[in-house]
């Protein structure tokens, strides 16, 4: 008998504070309601326009399932251009700011080619 009490008391839950269970809960709630236009940041959209378009009946809408796929690649291992998730915002890391300001000085060497044409 005492053994089985003393087990029980081992295998004890944790004791959590009410503002721990409080953030879990609404950190719960929040993914319940999230939908797939309020994960997907739209300053992508406007930072790159035209690289995440699709075309639909002739007209260009933003492309929501490249734009997660490319946030869930950058922030893997072994680019860490971006950290953060869906739930918390995304941010770019030094190495993505990096990156991006190459992409950008790119962009613009290739526009002014373009246009002096």
Known sequence: ???RKRKAKQRAKPNW????????????RQRQRANWSELVPTKAVATY????????ANRKVPDYALILLTLAEATKREWRYAAGNWFKDWRLTR????????VQRRR????????AA
């Open 1 to 3: 008998m005492n053994r």
């Open 49 to 56: 326009p035209g690289s995440f378009d699709a075309s639909f």
């Open 95 to 102: 190495k993505g700011r990096a990156f991006a300001r190459d």
């Open 108 to 115: 613009n060497a290739h526009l002014q080619v373009r246009l």
């Open 17 to 28: 504070s009410t503002r721990r269970l409080d953030n879990w809960h609404e950190e719960f």
